[in-house]
């Protein structure tokens, strides 16, 4: 059952972290930023796959995660004129384990897969358009799509080698705000905020750290995210907290 609690929750590993662009931009030309990110996030929460299985806790560090990852991409991409922007972010992660014998061997072994993808897109304003200490709003929506599988190999008990699975997605509109505070001419900290509903019940996002400008093109992000999901069906529950530590390069041009 631990593998199985890691692969339904696992697709928490993600969730939508924005691009984050500071810079004043010249009122009549486009500015845009494109940053791949490393979330390296551990949860805690409750899931569910099937009407008549139990709840589950879900429990899980980085470490966990990290060695049960088959594929993963992160990344965000920001355009911004003047006071608009739009920002869009996507992550796709895709995790698998294969169990110890079940009952001696008489149940085989069991592999447990899941498929995570999300899409988020935003508008935002600039409510503040100042160069030390802007602040936007923003509106938009996120997509979630989870995928699990469970199946067992052929036994002595279990001579079919059966398999279970589902799939669920959901859409919620979000409302948030975003703020940085330049410290000097290469420095600067920023913090985030959403709340959303729809497809789930009520998801939130909360996230601070800070930038370093390497270069006029080039910078290095890193800071700290928590994300909440709680999603609930008759046959699907994923109620998760996912937190931890984001590293990523912002590339202007």
């Known amino acids: 059952m631990r593998c199985a609690k890691l692969k339904v929750a696992i697709s928490a590993i993600v969730s939508a972290a924005p691009a984050l662009t500071y810079a004043q931009a010249s009122p009549d030309a486009w500015q845009f930023e494109a940053t791949p990110y ?3 996030a551990g949860f805690s929460g409750w899931g569910r796959i099937g009407a008549r299985t139990p709840t589950t806790n879900l429990d899980a560090s ?3 995660v990290w060695r049960n990852l088959d594929v993963g991409a992160m990344g965000s991409f920001e355009a911004r004129k003047g006071r608009w922007a739009v920002i869009a972010d996507s992550i796709y992660v895709n995790l698998s384990r294969t169990s110890d014998p ?9 592999r447990f897969k899941v498929t995570e993808a999300i899409f988020q897109v935003a508008g935002a304003y600039r409510v503040l358009d100042s160069p030390a200490t802007p602040v936007d709003v923003l509106a938009g929506v996120r997509y979630t799509y989870l995928h699990g599988e469970m199946s067992f190999s052929q036994s002595r008990l279990l001579p079919g080698g059966p398999s279970l699975s589902n799939s669920v997605n959901w859409a919620d509109g979000f409302v948030g705000v975003r703020a940085a505070y330049a410290l ?3 420095w600067s900290v920023f913090g985030y905020a959403d709340v959303g509903t729809g497809g789930d019940r009520l998801s939130w996002q909360l996230l601070a750290g800070v930038n370093y400008s390497i270069s006029k093109t080039i910078v290095a992000k890193a800071g700290y995210r928590i994300i909440s999901m709680n999603y609930e069906k008759p046959d699907f529950l994923y109620d998760v907290k ?7 390069v912002g590339i202007r041009f």
Request: proline fraction near 0%; aromatic fraction near 12%; glycine fraction near 20%.
């Open 38 to 40: 490393l979330w390296a």
């Open 184 to 186: 000097s001419e290469k």
């Open 102 to 110: 079940l009952l001696g061997g008489a149940l085989g072994t069991v």
């Open 242 to 248: 996912t937190a931890g530590a984001f590293v990523g």
């Open 62 to 64: 980085f470490s966990d």
